[in-house]
T-cell receptor, first 112, second 110 residues
């Protein structure tokens, strides 16, 4: 059974720092991995989607990497800003059925 | 702009009542999903649909039902609401793998 883990559950860093969020999964046979952002009381916003054949994806200050063999993905946030404060979730698609298997998320706080 | 909407945004109901949560998307996506989000459990899949007249059970489908009569809508019905169904409910849609989420419905069952 595929399990997705995100450690740490919470992270607080000063503004301007570069940071890395971690996501691990137990079964390397995945179709893709997605990173989402969730603001308090709101829905989820897709940040990056990495296909299983890709090693990384970039969007602005965000860079997500994927290492299927080790069952790991990282989300790198450069030059963090208070507006980056949110909960970040990763999810994997196990096969062609489009269903996501979710991590519990990392709550990120960027201190001004 | 295309979007996905949910209504109501907040709902309080009593144990035993039937409740329907609406989900409407204008992306013209074939795939639609319902999740619930609870502290300590993360997001869990309730039901999903790959197209009109297609519905499938997810991880936590007991006590819930869905129907898909058109592309745009996938209403979620709680047949007889229970306190254990107090949660935040999210609807999502996708054409392929990237899912787009609605703003959520906070449901309280008293």
């Amino acid at each position: 059974k595929q399990e997705v883990t995100q450690i740490p559950a919470a992270l607080s860093v000063p503004e301007g720092e570069n940071l890395v969020l971690n996501c691990s999964f137990t079964d390397s046979a995945i179709y893709n991995l997605q990173w989402f952002r969730q603001d308090p009381g709101k829905g989820l916003t897709s940040l990056l989607l990495i296909q299983s054949s890709q090693r990384e994806q970039t969007s602005g200050r965000l860079n997500a990497s994927l290492d299927k063999s080790s069952g790991r993905s990282t989300l790198y946030i450069a030059a963090s800003q208070p507006g980056d404060s949110a909960t970040y979730l990763c999810a994997v698609v196990r096969d062609s059925n489009y269903q996501l298997i979710w991590g519990a998320g990392t709550k990120l706080i960027i201190k001004p | 702009d295309a979007e996905i909407t949910q209504s109501p945004r907040h709902k309080i109901t009593e144990t035993g009542r039937q409740v329907t949560l609406a989900c409407h998307q204008t992306w013209n996506h074939n795939n639609m999903f319902w999740y619930r989000q609870d502290l300590g459990h993360g997001l869990r899949l309730i039901h999903y649909s790959y197209g009109v007249q297609d519905t499938n059970k997810g991880e936590v489908s007991d006590g819930y039902s869905v129907s898909r009569s058109n592309t745009e809508d996938l209403p979620l019905t709680l047949e007889s609401a229970a306190s254990s169904q107090t949660s935040v409910y999210f609807c999502a849609s996708s054409e392929m793998y990237e899912q787009y989420f609605g703003p959520g419905t906070r449901l309280t069952v008293t």
